[in-house]
């Protein structure tokens, strides 16, 4: 599509590395959207500029991001190569994959056998496990556990994937593999019970180490927090002992949340603790939708309203939309009294566009995609302000911080271009950052390219 191609040819005005970390989401993107040839090659050949960068020191800053980025470009590459059902050249990379300082070779394995198993073929999954061992000695947990958990497989082979983790998860000492080796195990526990008074032998030797080591990459947090998964694990098949383990375990056990993305009253994008409010109330409007909506609109923070009451609008559109139709209205009704909720809505606001489409108010739905798509250029006319005169290196440097701004404006273009694709391309065009207009110009794409699939 020659969406894709402008797209790639606006990342050529962002400095390395960010153009390479721009033109995998580019090639993910095109992929997905059905572009097999041309995302394969755009992938091949993207794998190979960044390997070439050969050694990079992590003491130097410039060279550390690279590394850093490469880690992820090459990651991406190869999720996106085994998600596409191509194992050979995902295995081939693989075996050459420069992880980022402190990543794993699991990183990628792990994705490779998922994909794997969802395509049915599994047959060279002890061939990727053992090439992840020889790696760096990790073991891809997740995948075996997708393994595991595989109706089609064979039950002797299941089991044999199942051991082979018990033990690498029972030699565990790594911060990060005893935190994955505890997922597996909870996992194991789930689905394979005969097999618990293995899981919980090796659990307690698991948080004996943590509670006998010094704290390691991740910090004592992380050290605190593989403890309390441990404890949850043994807690699931011996609650008594779990207590116990818990009383004598030197340290305040912290409990798990979840992360979700919220704004900041200036508009900035941040991380928050706990599953956000809209979520919740999303969640609850599938078993008790007037419960769901009357929490919404009792809320008294205007921004978590909003988005609630968009949250409930987009989940009941196709099984109440009566009540859906209610719930539009009035976060519609919210956003035209408070100007301000564009800054720290921007995405909902979109959201709540596309929903007013499905419920069939195509005025609403355009009044909003157009008010949006203002707000949104605001958002990346900022961005190009705030870079242009800064040197490559610390545009690249800055573009590594904006994770969260570049998630944004594609949740905000996303729903825009299934509203008004032509309208969602002429604001995508318009975008002077090269930093930001090649990710806005593939998320159009991939909507149009699945419109087009629909058809």
């Known amino acids: 599509m020659a969406i894709f191609r402008e797209a790639k040819a606006a990342a050529r005005g962002a400095p390395s590395p960010a153009a390479e970390r721009i033109l995998v989401d580019v090639a ?22 960044v390997h070439a960068w050969g050694t990079l020191s992590p003491d130097d800053p410039v060279q550390n991001l690279g590394a850093v980025e490469r880690g992820v470009v090459e990651g991406v590459i190869i999720r996106t190569l085994a998600q596409a ?22 990183y990628v394995y792990n994705w490779i056998i998922e994909a794997m198993v969802e395509h049915r073929q599994t047959g060279r999954a002890l061939e990727a496990i053992d090439a992840c061992v020889r790696a760096d000695g990790s073991f891809p947990f997740d995948g075996a ?12 082979y299941r089991d044999e994937i199942a051991l082979d983790a018990l033990r690498a998860a029972d030699a565990a000492t790594e911060t990060i593999d005893v935190n994955t080796a505890t997922n597996f195990l909870r996992h194991l526990h ?32 992380a050290r605190l927090a593989n403890a309390a998964l441990l404890i949850a694990v043994i807690g699931e098949i011996d609650p008594d002992r779990a207590r116990e383990e818990r009383i004598e375990f030197p340290g305040q056990l912290p409990g798990s949340s979840p992360l979700h993305v919220e704004a900041t009253k200036d508009g900035r994008m941040t991380l928050g603790l706990g599953a956000s409010v809209e979520a919740k109330v999303a969640d609850q409007s599938l078993s008790n939708p007037a419960g769901a909506l009357a929490g919404a609109e009792g809320l008294q923070d205007a921004g978590a309203r909003f988005r609630s009451l968009a949250a409930v609008a987009n989940a009941l559109a196709i099984s109440d939309p009566e009540m859906a139709d209610r719930a539009a209205n009035d976060a519609a009704t919210l956003l035209r009294e408070r100007d301000d909720l564009w800054l720290t809505s921007l995405a909902s606001a979109m959201k709540l566009a596309a929903t007013f489409e499905r419920l069939g108010d195509h005025r609403a739905a355009e009044d909003l995609t157009e008010r949006g798509l203002d707000h949104a250029d605001a958002v990346a006319s900022t961005v190009q302000r705030e870079v242009k005169d800064l040197s490559p290196p610390e545009q690249a440097q800055r573009f590594w911080g904006m994770a969260l701004t570049t998630i944004t404006l594609a949740a905000a273009f996303r729903p825009a271009a299934a509203v008004n694709p032509a309208l969602a391309l002429r604001h995508a065009r318009e975008v002077e950052s090269p930093l930001l207009k090649p990710g806005v110009l593939a998320v159009v794409a991939s909507e149009l390219a699945k419109r087009q699939g629909a058809k």
Do not use: C, W, Y
């Open 28 to 49: 993910r993107q095109e992929m997905e959207a059905g572009e097999t040839r041309e995302a394969t090659d755009d992938l091949t050949a993207l794998f190979a500029r």
């Open 85 to 106: 059902g191509d194992f050979d050249q995902a295995l081939n990379n693989a075996s050459k994959f420069d992880p980022a300082p402190k990543a794993q070779a699991s």
């Open 145 to 156: 556990i997708a393994l595991v958990k595989d109706g089609d497989g064979d039950h002797s």
């Open 190 to 221: 789930a689905i394979r019970p005969g097999l618990d008074a293995r899981v919980e032998s090796i659990a307690l030797g698991l948080l004996s180490k943590v509670g006998t080591s010094a704290p390691s990459d991740g910090g004592p947090q």
